[in-house]
């Protein structure tokens, strides 16, 4: 009996199946699913710069399909000679009056944006052609804007740097800076002083609080201790003997009133010291007359 899957036969499927691995491997790396339906549209442009097979196609800012050719019309020279065929997912509808524009990214790349015409009903059939146009690129938008106003400033600039360099180069500047140097060096010496204090003085400081706070917990467990109820008492009691002493002072019928409010009492003693002091002048003066001497 014949073999029917003979070496070559073998062979062969190998290659197809490898064949057929390598086409899909090689669609997966460009971003193509083989296995996903999809519409074939072409766009007309006239500058595709930066644009590459497999570009993405967005819309809203949501892939919805990949860039499959670009092809140059050569037997038709003139604007939007360029033909990009895109395919987009099937169940993307696009409306009639939509078109495409070139957008390039700084690290990206270029990739297709559709623009929808979202006000009508009518929708685009697949194969049809559709209007592209090239966005003003990143750095398009810097040739033409930022680079006209770094022009305009460069000759501030230059002002500016020039009065950097006098301010420099000026003498007062490094007097000022040789000052902050002497004050860094001051401010340096105060830190080692502080230094110093904290880690000799503050800890003995610190040993005198502890030693008067102890001091003044003994004192306080002293005071607590006292009986301030007796000392009160006691107090009072002080406080009404001398309210008493005080009536039988400002009292004329008591002898302690009599010596204080009688006035007679007073000039007695005073006119007894009056004739003491006389009596002591005279003796001074005549003292013969008091004392009398005799040998035998």
Excluded: W
């Excluded at 559709?114 to 059939?125: A, D, E, M």
Aim: charged share 20%; net charge negative; proline share 3%.
């Amino acid at each position: 009996m014949k073999k029917i899957f003979t070496k070559e036969v073998i062979i062969g499927l190998v290659t197809i199946v490898s064949l057929g691995v390598l086409y899909s491997g090689i669609n997966y790396l460009k971003g193509i699913n083989i296995l996903k339906q999809t519409n074939h549209y072409y766009v007309t442009m006239s500058n595709v710069a930066e644009l590459q097979i497999s570009g993405p196609v967005y819309v809203d800012g949501f892939k919805v399909g990949l860039v499959n050719s670009i092809e140059y019309q050569y037997d038709n020279p003139g604007p939007d000679n360029i033909v990009v065929q895109i395919g987009l997912d099937k169940e993307m509808k696009l409306q009639t009056g939509s078109y495409v524009e070139l957008k390039s990214g700084l690290t990206s790349g270029a990739y297709l944006n559709i623009i929808l015409n979202k006000y009508v009903s009518t929708y685009l059939q697949p194969g049809d052609t559709i209007t592209g146009k090239s966005s003003e690129g990143m750095m398009d938008k810097l040739a033409n804007d930022l680079i006209p106003q770094v022009e305009s400033i460069l000759p501030r600039l230059d002002s500016i740097l020039s009065g950097i360099q006098i301010l420099v180069n000026h003498p007062a500047l490094h007097e000022s800076l040789d000052h902050i140097s002497v004050s860094t060096a001051n401010l340096q010496k105060s830190t080692n002083q502080l230094n110093n204090m904290l880690s000799k003085d503050v800890p003995s400081i610190v040993s005198n609080f502890n030693k008067i706070s102890s001091d003044f917990a003994i004192v306080s467990e002293n005071v607590s201790k006292i009986d301030f109820e007796r000392t009160f008492i006691i107090a009072d009691k002080t406080i009404q003997n001398l309210n008493k002493m005080t009536e039988q002072l400002n009292n004329p019928n008591s002898s302690l009133g009599l010596l204080m409010n009688d006035s007679s009492l007073y000039n007695n003693l005073d006119s007894t010291a009056k004739n003491a002091s006389e009596l002591f002048k005279d003796l001074k003066e005549n003292p013969k007359r008091y004392v009398h001497f005799s040998i035998f």
